[in-house]
């Protein structure tokens, strides 16, 4: 089993910026890919950013050019900047790993719990 730990949610004023930490931990053999997805209330849950074990990011349209993520594959780790954010950047964000627990297993995907992140305007 892996578990995923979000960081780095919180409060902040429009234009402000927040960094976002996920660190993945348990029975990895490696990571496909990480990403983060977020749901704002009364939403369905949408992708944000994702990038590649190999460094190539994607992005929403809505977040291009103001979130940057990024990762470390020797640590498990991922991180999303977020800058200039606003009001409509609030909701929960969730991690999510596309991981195999072995050399020959299935590639499987995991979820933090999400982290809440609030932008007032």
């Known amino acids: 089993q892996v578990q995923l730990v979000e960081s780095g949610g919180g409060l902040v004023q429009a234009g402000g910026s927040l960094r976002l930490s996920c660190a993945a931990s348990?029975?990895?053999?490696?990571?496909?890919?990480m990403a983060w997805y977020r749901q704002a209330p009364g939403k369905q849950r949408e992708l944000v950013a994702h990038?590649?074990?190999?460094?190539?990011?994607n992005y929403a349209e809505s977040v291009k050019g103001r979130f940057t993520i990024s990762g470390d594959n020797a640590k498990n780790t991922a991180h999303l900047q977020m800058n200039s954010l606003k009001p409509e950047d609030t909701a929960v964000y969730y991690c999510?790993?596309?991981?195999?627990?072995?050399?020959?297993?299935?590639?499987?995907?995991?979820w933090g719990r999400g982290t809440q992140v609030t932008v007032s305007s």
């Open positions: 999510a790993a596309e991981y195999k627990g072995s050399i020959l297993g299935p590639l499987v995907r995991s």
């Open positions: 990038i590649t074990s190999g460094g190539s990011p």
């Open positions: 348990g029975s990895i053999f490696s990571i496909n890919a």
